[in-house]
Every structure is written in C-alpha cells, then in structure tokens.
C-alpha cells in the first residue's frame, strides 16, 4: 500500500498549530537551529528486512497478521515508515532469508519508495534446508574444514547479492562458542575463525567494509567465539583497514559501560556502526529506548563529540541499523518507536554545550559537567525532530497517523490474516 500526499497533508494540518507552539518554544533557546534540524533531516536509520514481522522467542511466535509475504512486501512496509518518518530511508538484507531473484528489479521498486540497500547480513547459525554440512557445532570456528568452507562460501555468496542490489557493506555475527567447559579449544576456535575470516575479507570489494558483531552469549551459554568488542576488534585489527568492529547494544554483559567503548572504538577508527535496541536483562531485543534512553543518549553524545573530533559524517560515515524483535507489538509501530527514539537521542547529543563540557572536564567540575549533560537530555526535542520531519515531507506524529488510517487494518484486508514473514 502507498501512503497519499493528501493523507499526510490533511493530518499534518490538523495538527500544525500546536506543533508551532512546540517548537518555537524549543527553537527559541537552540543555537544554529537550521544545522541541527539539516543533520537530523540526513540522518537515516536502515530497518532490516527481517524486522517486518512478528519476532518470536524460543518459545513461540504470535503472528499480528498482514505480515510481508515476500522481500517485494518487506519494502513496501519500509516505504511506508519512510513516508512517514523520513527517516528510514535504507534496508538491511538478510541472506537467506531475503534472497533478491532480480536485483534490478528490487533496486528499482526500493527506488520508487526513496530506499537504499544498507549492510547484507550473513546468516551462519541456522541450517537452511539444501545445506551439506550443519552448524550445530559452529561455522567459521568448526573443527571440520568442510563446515568451514561452506560457511566461506556463503558469506562470499552474500557479497555478491550486495553488489548488485549496491550495498557496501557485510554485515556478520556468529552462533559459534561452546555450552560446558572442555568442550572447545578457545586458541584452535580463534585461529580457524581467523582463516576463515581472513578468506571473506579477501573477497571484499575494494570500497566494502566487514562489520565484526560481537555477543556475550547466547545461543552458546559457556563461550562465544567473538564475546566481546576486544574479541571483535582483535579480529578487525589482524584483517586490515576494511573490516570494522559492530556494537549492538543488546550484546553487552549487565551494566557494561557501552558509551565508553563505543568511545574507544571510535577513537581507534574502527567502530563500524550501531544495531540498535534495548534491553532489561541480557539480548532482550526491545524497542529501542524503552528501557535505559539515558544510556541512548550518552552513547550518542559520545558519537557526536567523536566523529566532530575526527571530521566525519554523521549521517554516512558510521552504519545505524535497529536489530530488534517484536513479539506483542505490531512490527512497524515498534520501528517507527524505535526510529524517533534514535532520533531524539541524537537531536539531544546534538544540543550538548561541547565547549562548556570540555571547559568542566579541565577543570574537574564534576557538577558542571553533569549539569551541561542533563540540560541537554531533560530538553524536549520532539518539536525539533517533528520539524525536520515535516520539512522532509512526513508527518508530525507517525504513530498517530499510522493508527487512525488504519495501515495494519488495510495491511491485513490485502495479504490476510495468517501470513508469517521469513525471519526470526
């Protein structure tokens, strides 16, 4: 389904007063208001394709109906947050749960909803139907050199479907680890990871990048074999200047000060870029800012403060993609949740007095600092991320908007009530 022009416009004018209220309130006490409100609109958020759906736990999965039956459908629902948000103007494949059968044709309709093809995502912890060998045991990490080898293969695959659909990017996790003590050889599993990796990297084209994801744990519960962003970084550091440490925020042990590696990783040039979430207790998975959005915003205080430091671009320079589950909410109000949730953290980073900050760190205030940090976090800045949106072409409030035209109601009359989209 396509959102209309008329639709949006009407629903915007219904609510354009009290927004301007909002914001020249807001507007009022914000320096180079126009800059802020051009980084947040070129700042954009990738959905991945298997986010579509109704997640599921280990336990089970509750499928909200409507769900995308095929890749066509997952971008069409992504050209639908876009429409309204303006800020999900990229998707993240998932290989083989989302193969692309005509990459040109899948440019062209990602083309007609204003989206771009982010990191293609390998998937070596399932074993798909026509494999030969299993991963039970693990894939890059395994003792047998055929399991190996076809966990290569299938990343170089993965390459190239992104090079057609014009990624840039691979984009990897590993299941491997152990579940009991004795059970692997932590030296001999790094080693052959390494091999292994050391074969993907070599088939990288010149202007890709590896993106290196780490977990603590889960699906192996004694060790992974990438369990931390020194694991991580380790691995990006032997392979080269192209491959890249990834932080997704569910991957961390409780209380980890995840804004401080994202700060060391940055410092070190080798911070890939964010899967966004949020978590109360382990890889929860949950919309992101649902539970710690301080957190959210220091991460991103970090970011801001770091890629000015080193001259980047905040809106292309780093990967940001929301790797999420939703098991009781419909899929795509909980990504246009999570998209404003990212886009208010970075809209507060963005209003952090940095001079001010740097000015009490030298000094050791430690009361000004936190009082320059919490002024800029305890700012409402919805009315500056509704503006940029409104000026971009969307709506002021997605999730409003969505809900009183009803989209999952016609989502539903279109592809039916018992659909299931691939994915988790």
């Known amino acids: 389904m396509n959102i209309e022009k008329f639709q949006t416009s009407a629903f915007n004018d219904s609510h354009i007063q009290a927004h301007e209220r909002n914001f020249e309130h807001v507007a009022a ?30 336990f089970g999965r509750f499928s909200g109906g409507g769900e995308p039956r095929n890749l066509e459908e997952k971008i069409s629902d992504i ?26 044709s899948i440019k062209a309709l990602a083309a007609q909803y204003d989206i771009r093809f982010d990191a293609v995502n390998s998937n070596t912890f399932q074993d798909q139907a026509d494999q030969t060998h299993s991963y039970k045991f693990g894939s890059l990490h395994h003792v047998d050199k055929g399991v190996r080898k076809q966990a290569v293969e299938h990343n170089i695959e993965v390459i190239r479907y992104g090079v057609e659909l014009g990624s840039s990017a691979l984009s990897l996790w590993l299941a491997d680890g152990s579940c009991f003590p004795g059970q692997l ?108 959005p301080y957190q959210l915003f220091l991460i991103f205080n970090e970011l801001v403060e770091g890629m000015d430091a080193r001259g980047m671009n905040h809106a292309t320079d780093l990967g940001w993609m929301i790797d999420a589950s939703h098991n009781v909410k419909d899929p795509l109000e909980d990504l246009l949740q999570s998209v404003e949730a990212i886009m208010i953290a970075y809209a507060q980073a963005l209003l952090v007095d940095t001079k001010a900050l740097q000015a009490a760190q030298q000094n050791n205030d430690v ?21 940029a949106r409104l000026q971009a072409g969307g709506v002021l409030q997605p999730v409003a908007f969505y809900r009183e035209f009803k989209i999952r109601e016609q989502l539903i009359k279109e592809r039916g009530l018992k659909t299931v989209a691939t994915g988790l």
């Open 185 to 292: 050889n932590f030296r001999g599993a790094f080693k052959r990871t390494l091999d292994s990796l050391q074969e993907i990297y070599a088939a990288l084209p010149d202007a890709w990048k590896l993106y290196i994801e780490y977990k603590a744990f889960e699906p192996n519960f004694y060790s992974t074999t990438i369990g931390d962003w020194g694991q991580s970084l380790l691995f990006a550091n032997k392979l080269g200047p192209k491959a890249y440490t990834l932080v997704d925020l569910g991957h961390h042990l409780p209380n980890a000060n995840i804004e401080q590696i994202v700060s060391l990783l940055l410092m070190e040039g080798k911070l890939a870029g964010f899967h966004f979430n949020d978590s109360k207790y382990g890889d929860d998975d949950l919309t992101v800012g649902s539970i710690n």
């Open 79 to 104: 050209g639908i947050l876009h429409a309204l948000n303006r800020s999900s103007g990229a998707i993240s494949l998932h290989i083989p749960w989302d193969i692309p059968e005509n990459a040109a």
């Open 367 to 387: 009361v000004a600092a936190q009082e320059i940090l919490q002024a800029a976090y305890r700012t409402d800045v919805r009315p500056l991320v509704a503006q």
């Open 29 to 58: 006490s914000v320096p180079d208001m126009q800059d802020v409100i051009q980084k947040l609109q070129d700042f954009q958020v990738a959905i991945p394709s298997w986010a579509l759906g109704t997640g599921g736990t280990r």
